[in-house]
């Protein structure tokens, strides 16, 4: 079955520090590759995606993910982290499933920053 | 991309009654999704509102309890019903725009049922 896969469910970093967020997806073909971010009491902003082309992607405040097909990984980077990062990250994919386009969301990695 | 007006932010409901969320888009969008997300968890599907036609809901979701209206291109309601303490949950409303662009979310009705 088509699944995303967050294996880090809290992440705790120092603030300055580098951050990467794994994600792992099982679909037979190469799907859109979403990252969002959601803090509390809010919904969830997309921070980048990925449709086809270069598989480094840069996204909003710092972040950019690579796409790596071998792998089946879409990655979250950030090289300096700082402390309104502490959020909840969420990899997402958009695929055709059983006829119709639906996005799948993994389970999320909760990050928190140490300052 | 799309402004997403979600309504109300939060409520807290008895059991047994309803309550009827509001998704108001300030463009016109092709697809509207519902999604809930339970404390702790990621997001799961509802359904997709279809304009002009009957919701199609996910594995595990039914019309009757969660009737969904969708009159036009930029506006769509849930209404969860008969509630109970399990329907406590973040309820997200989002577009996706033409092409496969990506979704974009409200800020979530936060529904607390006692």
């Known amino acids: 079955a088509q699944s995303v896969t967050q294996p880090d469910i809290h992440i705790t970093v120092s603030e300055g520090a580098s951050l990467e967020l794994r994600c792992n997806y099982s679909?037979?073909?190469?799907?859109?590759l979403f990252w969002y971010v959601q803090s509390p009491g809010q919904g969830l902003q997309l921070l980048l995606k990925y449709f086809s082309g270069d598989t480094l992607v840069q996204g909003i405040k710092g972040f950019e993910a690579e796409f790596k097909r071998s792998q089946s990984s879409f990655n979250l980077r950030k090289p300096s982290v700082h402390w309104s990062d502490a959020a909840e990250y969420f990899c997402a994919v958009g695929a055709h499933l059983s006829g119709t386009y639906k996005y799948i969301f993994g389970t999320g990695t909760r990050l928190k920053v140490l300052a | 991309s799309a402004v997403i007006s979600q309504k109300p932010s939060r409520d807290i409901c008895q059991r047994g009654t309803s309550l009827t969320i509001q998704c108001q888009v300030d463009s016109q969008v092709t697809m509207m999704f519902w999604y809930r997300q339970q404390p702790g968890q990621s997001l799961t599907l509802i359904a997709t509102?279809?304009?002009?036609?009957?919701?199609?809901?996910e594995s595990g979701f039914v019309i009757d309890k969660f009737p969904i209206s969708r009159p036009n291109l930029t506006f769509s309601t849930l209404t969860v019903s008969n509630m109970s303490p399990e329907d406590s949950s973040i309820y997200l409303c989002?577009?996706?725009?033409?092409?496969?662009?990506?979704?974009?979310f409200g800020n979530g009705t936060r529904l607390t049922v006692t």
């Open positions: 509102a279809n304009q002009g036609s009957e919701a199609t809901y």
């Open positions: 679909y037979g073909a190469t799907p859109y």
């Open positions: 989002s577009v996706e725009g033409q092409g496969r662009s990506p979704l974009h």
